[in-house]
């Protein structure tokens, strides 16, 4: 891997506040409002206690934001001309990618290891398997969202696509049971959307798959193979749409 890009491109992220506080100080501060703050968060829930499930589920968000915003990005860049530019240097097309996995992989991180560190000193407990679990589940899924961002980059070639893509992982993080705990009708609807699988792997190591209603009811609970499904079949149908929009691109050329 090509370590001197893998730094600019690192170094440029980082020049990006913007995009630094709706990555990792927005959805830190979602967990310390609505989780750390709050009488409810000491309640047990399953191998861990309500704040520990809000901090998975602000981390998960996180980290979305961030992989969408590098995949948007790469597709816009290649889209653009930049993808010229480097075919002028040493780098490969493979390397453009893996250095792009990285970048995604790092990003993803910030989110997932602020969040675990503010949760540690304000009352989130678990089970040391179901922290390991959760935050491993955080960080691997969202890459599989690098796509969403990949295809608004592909369809609209624009850096106000992939921001918008960004903006639309809020909507779907409200349908996907996110942000607030859904019930009857929303929650069967939810489990079609795109984080609901992974949001719902990602928390499985500490709820077991138990579904909440906003009062703390139980709803029932998911089996495991159900968000393994619903993470599976959407990445499927994102690959297969990323696939398409570069095909479209190489046909316009």
């Known amino acids: 891997m090509n370590t001197t890009y893998l730094g600019l491109e690192l170094r440029r992220f980082a020049r990006d506040r913007a995009s630094l506080f709706f990555i990792g100080v927005l959805p830190a501060f979602f967990y310390i409002i609505f989780g750390a703050t709050q009488a409810y968060g000491g309640s047990p829930l399953g191998n861990g206690n309500v704040a520990l499930y809000i901090l998975v589920s602000m981390a998960a968000y996180g980290a979305v934001t961030a992989t969408v915003g590098v995949g948007g990005m790469a597709a816009v860049e290649r889209m653009q001309g930049w993808g ?53 589940a955080v960080a691997g899924g969202a890459c599989v969202f690098a796509l ?30 996110v942000f607030v705990p859904l019930s009857g009708t929303l929650l069967a609807i939810a489990k079609f959307t795109p984080l609901y699988g992974y949001v719902a792997l990602a928390r499985y190591p500490v709820t077991e798959g138990r579904l909440i209603s906003g009062d703390g009811a139980s709803l029932g609970s998911d089996p495991l193979w159900l968000p393994l499904l619903n993470l599976g079949v959407w990445s499927a149908v994102l690959a297969v749409a990323a696939v398409l929009l570069v095909r479209r691109g190489r046909e316009r050329q």
């Open 84 to 136: 010229r530019q480097l075919g002028l240097t040493p780098l490969r097309d493979g390397g453009f990618v893996l250095v792009k996995i990285t970048l995604a992989v790092v990003v993803a991180l910030l989110p997932v290891t602020l969040i675990a560190a503010i949760g540690a000193l304000t009352g989130a407990e678990g089970t040391t398997v179901a922290w390991t679990l959760s935050l491993l």
């Open 148 to 177: 969403f961002g990949l295809c608004a980059g592909l369809a609209f070639r624009t850096e106000a696509a992939v921001s918008a893509a960004s903006g639309m992982v809020v909507v779907l993080a409200f349908l996907g049971n």
